[in-house]
């Protein structure tokens, strides 16, 4: 019963545990022992608070037994990236310099969440202040990917999409900068959506950096990911760039699942040199399977898309060195040296060279450097012209088709420490999802196989324009739909079994 | 080489991070790789192209005036690294004294 339960999708859970067949209180159950079982090998938490999250499951039956209404995801574990605030657990980013950090307020995305009833079983891995593809940079280790324990989980939200690709959570939050919920999700063969910019609240995310951070859902279904979509978004007052309009309807489009009659762009830019074979390979089935299901592919030029990622390691970088100044060492957090002979600024040094990792510090620097008087103008105000240019091609292209696609990622999961030293190898795996990051429009990541050079999951990148959320969810169902039936089961049902000891044999089903 | 190992401590000093020797040695060589890299924006011809600093609009936001409870001294110290009658405690920030 236990892995069954774990087994189900979130909708399943919430409609199982709304119709009393199963109490929140056993599926909750269900996933703490999957974590026991399992987190010891992959890494996915940081912390889980098995306690908070019985109870929260606890009033979930409390309520349904007193005939009270239910919110949509009552009962429905889920894990929650560690840059979230969350009043009763810590929040340390993956970082040192927050290491037990306890925030004394919620992030309106999580309290959401625990509005719609949904259980908090922890906070899971990332890469430092979310910098980062591969949840190595975190100061407590990496994550590992479930279909392949040496390779990857990608990041920075590597910590939910293992977690989640793992049976150990149906859901998870993340947040994407330049790709940190699409990339790891597609490496871990999962969904996951970065919504429009605004669309959800960034109220209590530690900010990396502003004007690009998203929070957003991964699931193990379209459908489920459009549910907790709908679940955390909206309006929210207390962030001033929170968009003043109702959550496009993303699980209506889910369940419509229907490309029929629909044009879809492929982006020229987005493949070819420097892409995976096998990469290429799934996303050409791809496009031919949208093509059999009515949608008319239509080839696409973005002439500044191969601009996007230097543009973003400028823009990014710039915008983290300003919001990392508030780590100073005085109000909360990691101190050093203060001995009663230095001074402030020598603490606030000390403390800074100590508590961040070395990408932090690299990006901290990179940012100074593009920020200075002398240099602004060809770094920092040259990208952010090339970030007009990419909206302007993501405009020109929506005036043509409905939506745009390309692979999620140019490769499949790294091995761990592959690219660990050569930071700009590492910034290629956020290719193909920075310029949906840079023009701020809702863009989707979904499995559409394995790779066949290496066997490992590869993503279907859907892109849609600014509130068009629903568009992505539309095609990203219709084509998990096809491709279920294709397979006759999930893609997920083809990796490995996890257990305590180590990874069973290979699932037992093939899509080859 | 667009970045020397003296601009990077100098960086430093400017970001408040205490850098090991080695530190510098390494990221000065990283740093001089990935500004030759994103330094490919400057190909772009971008005459008369507006900047984007933000994705959406950004209008002023105002709300109403209305008293809500702050935080409380005790939750707003309860993480601080030293707290001495009830406030921050921090180290001197005069190099007299």
């Given at each position: 019963?236990?892995?069954?339960?774990?087994?189900?999708?979130?909708?399943?859970?919430?409609?199982?545990?709304?119709?009393?067949?199963?109490?929140?209180?056993?599926?909750?159950?269900?996933?703490?022992?999957?974590?026991?079982?399992?987190?010891?090998?992959?890494?996915?938490?940081?912390?889980?608070?098995?306690?908070?999250?019985?109870?929260?499951?606890?009033?979930?039956?409390?309520?349904?037994?007193?005939?009270?209404?239910?919110?949509?995801?009552?009962?429905?574990?889920?894990?929650?990236?560690?840059?979230?605030?969350?009043?009763?657990?810590?929040?340390?980013?993956?970082?040192?310099?927050?290491?037990?950090?306890?925030?004394?307020?919620?992030?309106?995305?999580?309290?959401?969440?625990?509005?719609?009833?949904?259980?908090?079983?922890?906070?899971?891995?990332?890469?430092?202040?979310?910098?980062?593809?591969?949840?190595?940079?975190?100061?407590?280790?990496?994550?590992?990917?479930?279909?392949?324990?040496?390779?990857?989980?990608?990041?920075?939200?590597?910590?939910?999409?293992?977690?989640?690709?793992?049976?150990?959570?149906?859901?998870?939050?993340?947040?994407?900068?330049?790709?940190?919920?699409?990339?790891?999700?597609?490496?871990?063969?999962?969904?996951g959506m970065k919504p429009t910019y605004g669309g959800s609240s960034r109220?209590?995310?530690?900010?990396?950096?502003?004007?690009?951070?998203?929070?957003?859902?991964?699931?193990?279904?379209?459908?489920?990911?459009?549910?907790?979509?709908?679940?955390?978004?909206?309006?929210?007052?207390?962030?001033?760039?929170?968009?003043?309009?109702?959550?496009?309807?993303?699980?209506?489009?889910?369940?419509?699942?229907?490309?029929?009659?629909?044009?879809?762009?492929?982006?020229?830019?987005?493949?070819?040199?420097?892409?995976?074979?096998?990469?290429?390979?799934?996303?050409?089935?791809?496009?031919?399977?949208?093509?059999?299901?009515?949608?008319?592919?239509?080839?696409?030029?973005?002439?500044?898309?191969?601009?996007?990622?230097?543009?973003?390691?400028?823009?990014?970088?710039?915008?983290?060195?300003?919001?990392?100044?508030?780590?100073?060492?005085?109000?909360?957090?990691?101190?050093?040296?203060?001995?009663?002979?230095?001074?402030?600024?020598?603490?606030?040094?000390?403390?800074?060279?100590?508590?961040?990792?070395?990408?932090?510090?690299?990006?901290?620097?990179?940012?100074?450097?593009?920020?200075?008087?002398?240099?602004?103008?060809?770094?920092?105000?040259?990208?952010?012209?090339?970030?007009?240019?990419?909206?302007?091609?993501?405009?020109?292209?929506?005036?043509?088709?409905?939506?745009?696609?390309?692979?999620?990622?140019?490769?499949?999961?790294?091995?761990?420490?592959?690219?660990?030293?050569?930071?700009?190898?590492?910034?290629?795996?956020?290719?193909?999802?920075?310029?949906?990051?840079?023009?701020?429009?809702?863009?989707?990541?979904?499995?559409?196989?394995?790779?066949?050079?290496?066997?490992?999951?590869?993503?279907?990148?859907?892109?849609?324009?600014?509130?068009?959320?629903?568009?992505?969810?539309?095609?990203?169902?219709?084509?998990?739909?096809?491709?279920?039936?294709?397979?006759g089961h999930p893609l997920l049902d083809e990796a490995p079994e996890l257990?305590?000891?180590?990874?069973?044999?290979?699932?037992?089903?093939?899509?080859? | 080489?667009?970045?020397?190992?003296?601009?990077?401590?100098?960086?430093?000093?400017?970001?408040?991070?205490?850098?090991?020797?080695?530190?510098?040695?390494?990221?000065?060589?990283?740093?001089?790789?990935?500004?030759?890299?994103?330094?490919?924006?400057?190909?772009?011809?971008?005459?008369?192209?507006?900047?984007?600093?933000?994705?959406?609009?950004?209008?002023?936001?105002?709300?109403?005036?209305?008293?809500?409870?702050?935080?409380?001294?005790?939750?707003?110290?309860?993480?601080?690294?030293?707290?001495?009658?009830?406030?921050?405690?921090?180290?001197?920030?005069?190099?007299?004294?």
């Amino acid at each position: 019963m236990t892995a069954e339960l774990t087994r189900m999708t979130a909708a399943e859970m919430a409609s199982a545990i709304a119709a009393g067949q199963v109490s929140a209180v056993e599926v909750t159950q269900a996933h703490l022992d999957a974590i026991a079982a399992v987190d010891g090998r992959v890494h996915a938490f940081l912390h889980v608070s098995a306690e908070i999250a019985l109870a929260a499951a606890s009033a979930v039956d409390a309520r349904r037994a007193a005939g009270q209404p239910l919110g949509p995801l009552a009962g429905v574990p889920i894990a929650v990236k560690d840059v979230f605030t969350t009043a009763d657990m810590p929040t340390t980013c993956g970082s040192r310099i927050l290491d037990g950090w306890q925030p004394p307020y919620e992030s309106t995305v999580t309290r959401r969440l625990r509005e719609a009833g949904a259980v908090i079983l922890g906070k899971t891995n990332m890469d430092e202040f979310a910098m980062g593809s591969s949840t190595e940079n975190s100061a407590f280790g990496p994550s590992r990917n479930p279909w392949d324990l040496t390779r990857v989980p990608g990041g920075s939200s590597g910590g939910s999409a293992a977690a989640v690709a793992a049976f150990e959570a149906p859901l998870g939050t993340g947040t994407d900068t330049g790709g940190s919920i699409r990339q790891p999700a597609a490496v871990c063969g999962i969904v996951g959506m970065k919504p429009t910019y605004g669309g959800s609240s960034r109220y209590g995310v530690v900010a990396f950096a502003s004007s690009l951070d998203t929070p957003g859902p991964l699931a193990r279904t379209v459908l489920d990911a459009a549910l907790l979509h709908e679940a955390m978004s909206g309006h929210d007052p207390c962030d001033s760039t929170s968009i003043d309009a109702p959550v496009p309807p993303v699980v209506a489009a889910a369940q419509q699942a229907d490309v029929e009659g629909m044009r879809i762009g492929v982006v020229t830019e987005l493949g070819g040199e420097g892409y995976q074979p096998g990469v290429l390979a799934r996303f050409g089935e791809a496009v031919e399977l949208l093509e059999s299901l009515g949608a008319k592919i239509i080839e696409v030029s973005c002439p500044h898309f191969g601009y996007a990622l230097p543009a973003y390691y400028l823009i990014a970088p710039s915008e983290c060195s300003s919001n990392l100044a508030r780590f100073d060492a005085m109000r909360y957090g990691l101190r050093c040296g203060d001995d009663g002979t230095r001074s402030a600024e020598e603490v606030m040094s000390l403390t800074r060279g100590e508590g961040f990792g070395a990408e932090v510090k690299r990006r901290i620097i990179l940012g100074t450097y593009a920020l200075s008087s002398g240099y602004y103008d060809a770094y920092y105000g040259k990208a952010q012209q090339v970030r007009t240019l990419v909206t302007r091609d993501f405009d020109t292209a929506f005036g043509q088709v409905d939506v745009l696609i390309s692979p999620s990622t140019p490769t499949t999961a790294f091995r761990i420490g592959e690219r660990a030293d050569d930071p700009m190898a590492m910034y290629l795996a956020d290719l193909c999802t920075i310029p949906s990051d840079l023009a701020g429009n809702a863009a989707l990541s979904v499995p559409c196989g394995l790779a066949p050079d290496d066997g490992l999951p590869v993503g279907l990148q859907i892109m849609a324009p600014v509130l068009g959320d629903d568009r992505a969810y539309r095609v990203g169902a219709a084509v998990e739909a096809a491709l279920r039936e294709r397979w006759g089961h999930p893609l997920l049902d083809e990796a490995p079994e996890l257990t305590a000891d180590g990874m069973g044999a290979a699932g037992a089903r093939s899509t080859k | 080489m667009p970045i020397t190992r003296d601009e990077v401590a100098h960086l430093a000093r400017l970001s408040r991070l205490a850098l090991t020797d080695e530190e510098l040695d390494h990221f000065a060589a990283q740093l001089e790789v990935i500004i030759s890299a994103v330094a490919r924006v400057q190909e772009v011809t971008a005459e008369g192209i507006p900047p984007t600093s933000h994705a959406v609009p950004l209008t002023n936001v105002f709300r109403p005036d209305v008293v809500v409870p702050p935080l409380g001294a005790a939750a707003a110290l309860a993480a601080a690294p030293a707290v001495e009658e009830q406030r921050f405690r921090v180290p001197r920030i005069l190099t007299e004294g």
